[in-house]
């Protein structure tokens, strides 16, 4: 039995420089690790632990210090879970649209009618196969469809003309934006239109106020324009941050001007009255002699040093003209 334990391929060796290294570090919870390391290819993992007959932190504390020698590698941190795929919505045949619109308890019929009329159009075959895909796959009632239906025709119009018609397709991305937001009662519904409706008007303004009037906002500014009026900001402040940008960087810059206001909503300034009180607090002062603080001299009149130089130099005149006559 003895014999067995050296067969060969059982038995392992390392280099007299690593036992070196090993014995002088004087650690036997190392030692020990190192060996279940060479033998499992330096894979360290929670194996190691139960292998050995550890707790995590006296394992994890051998093996910190054989990375501190170079003799591991370090522990590599768990991969992230990947989130599934969204589910896909199955593929909906003609038997399944017709045996739909046939049924006179389903709300889908008159979901239909009411698209047709908002688009003012008869849907084509693939156009029902979206709707229905909207209707059955997302789950929301059919008011909340048909009011979600509406605001992707008024965006598509504002946006290309007036009297355009959307594809089913753009119709179908904003429903399913509204799911992915959980608007899926009426009254969530109404309380959404009213906020984009917000969020069109003031977008329009802050534009204005930081010079763009010619143009809409593209995607990443809106997103900023929409963080700024989520933390309350009115106009005059946006605009001094505006100004503040353009002073310090010469140019319009999103990020930057979005910095400013981040930094004065997470010190609780909203008002033009908070940011200027901040900022005069901040002003430095120049310190007088002895010490304390002390505001910076204002400047004199002009031609006020002139008049003083000429008042000595006739003082001076006068005084060596009476030592002279004193003298004498």
């Known amino acids: 039995m003895a014999n067995e334990t050296y067969l060969p391929g059982s038995i392992l060796s390392m280099p007299a420089a690593v036992a070196d290294r090993l014995i002088t570090a004087g650690n036997g919870d190392a030692a020990l690790l190192y060996l279940h390391l060479l033998s499992t290819g330096g894979l360290y993992d929670q194996r190691a632990a139960k292998r050995l007959k550890w707790d995590a932190p006296r394992c994890d504390a051998a093996h910190a210090l054989l990375v501190g020698m170079g003799l591991a590698r370090p522990a590599q941190a ?38 047709q009329g908002l688009l003012g159009k008869v849907l084509s075959t693939a156009d029902l196969r979206t709707l229905y895909t909207i209707y059955d796959f997302s789950g929301l009632p059919p008011e909340v469809i048909l009011l979600a239906v509406n605001r992707a025709i008024e965006d598509y119009r504002r946006k290309y003309g007036a009297g355009r018609v959307p594809r089913m397709s753009w119709v179908k991305s904003e429903v399913f934006h509204w799911k992915e937001l959980g608007v899926d009662t009426a009254e969530l519904a109404e309380e959404h239109l009213r906020r984009l409706d917000l969020l069109r008007d003031r977008t329009g303004q802050i534009l204005a106020l930081v010079g763009i009037r010619d143009r809409a906002a593209v995607a990443k500014e809106r997103e900023y324009i929409e963080s700024w009026i989520d ?7 946006i605009r001094l941050a505006y100004e503040k940008t353009v002073f310090q960087k010469q140019s319009m810059s999103w990020p930057y001007m979005n910095s400013i206001l981040k930094r004065w909503h997470q010190q609780g300034l909203h008002t033009l009255a908070d940011v200027q009180s901040a900022e005069t607090r901040r002003r430095p002062t120049r310190p007088a002699a002895n010490g304390a603080g002390a505001t910076l001299p204002q400047p004199g009149r002009p031609g006020e040093a002139e008049d003083r130089a000429r008042a000595d130099m006739e003082r001076l005149r006068r005084r060596m003209e009476q030592e002279k006559r004193e003298g004498k």
């Open 78 to 115: 768990p991969a992230a879970p990947v989130a599934p795929p969204a589910p896909e919505p199955p593929e909906y045949s003609a038997e399944d649209i017709r045996r739909e619109l046939e049924d006179h308890a389903s709300p889908f019929p008159a979901l239909v009618q009411a698209v």
């Open 231 to 237: 933390m309350g900001f009115p106009d005059e402040v």
